[in-house]
């Protein structure tokens, strides 16, 4: 099964505060998503790549940007977190089936 | 946009008992998939299945393409079903690009 990994597992954050979610596969897929899930929402894309370098606009994008630094590394950046980017953020990858890293909880106080 | 309802939103059953799940989706899928969800958070691929049946142990996932809605059926329940399955298509029809809109999901519990 595809290896997608993500850290930190857990952060808390102040209002304002700076944050960077990171994300690394193994598995050489072209494509990688960022991903939020809130209750009574489910999962909603925030931004996708399809390779290094490029960075694709998801649903709800605001407050969010993205880089992919290489085939293996996509990371979500929060400038500027706020109490609405509390969440439960997933990656994940796919070259057709989407593999899903472990999330990771993001408190912003 | 594109619209993926699943129903029931939650379902309780005694285990060994059947459940069947419902996704209706707004327009035509390029792709479908069924997502299940551990209770700690883990996501996992189930199937994908963008059309046909297709079985893994005691799951059945069918998909009517022309009629917008798919199915997952899981027969003798087992305690270590619970969770949340969720449904998610790939609506574009032109690049493949793997973007995904899900339903809010069906929480499943059963119990012993």
């Known amino acids: 099964e595809a290896a997608v990994t993500q850290s930190p597992r857990n952060k808390v954050t102040v209002t304002g505060g700076n944050v960077t979610l990171s994300c690394r596969q193994t598995?050489?897929?072209?494509?990688m998503y960022w991903y939020r899930q809130d209750t009574g929402h489910g999962l909603r894309l925030i931004h996708y790549?399809?390779?290094?370098?490029?960075?694709q606009i998801g649903d709800v994008p605001d407050g969010y940007k993205a880089t992919r630094t290489t085939q293996e590394d996509f990371f979500l950046l929060l400038e500027l977190a706020s109490p609405s980017q509390t969440s439960l953020y997933f990656c994940?990858?796919?070259?057709?089936?989407?593999?899903f890293g472990p999330g990771t909880r993001l408190l912003v106080l | 946009g594109q619209q993926v309802q699943q129903s029931p939103a939650s379902l309780v059953l005694q285990e060994g008992e059947n459940a069947e799940l419902q996704c209706n989706f707004s327009?035509?899928?390029?792709?479908l998939q069924w997502f299940y969800q551990h209770p700690g958070g883990r996501l996992v691929s189930l199937f994908y299945?963008?059309?046909g049946t297709k079985h893994t142990g005691r799951l059945t996932s069918t998909t009517v393409t022309n009629e917008r809605r798919s199915s997952l059926h899981i027969s003798s329940s087992q305690t270590t079903d619970s969770g949340t399955y969720f449904c998610?298509?790939?609506?574009?029809?032109?690049?493949?690009?793997?973007?995904?809109?899900f339903g809010h999901g069906t929480i499943l519990r059963v119990h012993p």
């Open positions: 299945n963008p059309s």
């Open positions: 598995n050489s897929h072209n494509y």
């Open positions: 994940a990858s796919s070259a057709g089936t989407q593999y």
């Open positions: 327009s035509t899928a390029t792709r």
């Open positions: 998610a298509i790939d609506h574009n029809t032109g690049a493949n690009t793997g973007k995904l809109t």
């Open positions: 790549s399809y390779g290094a370098g490029n960075l």
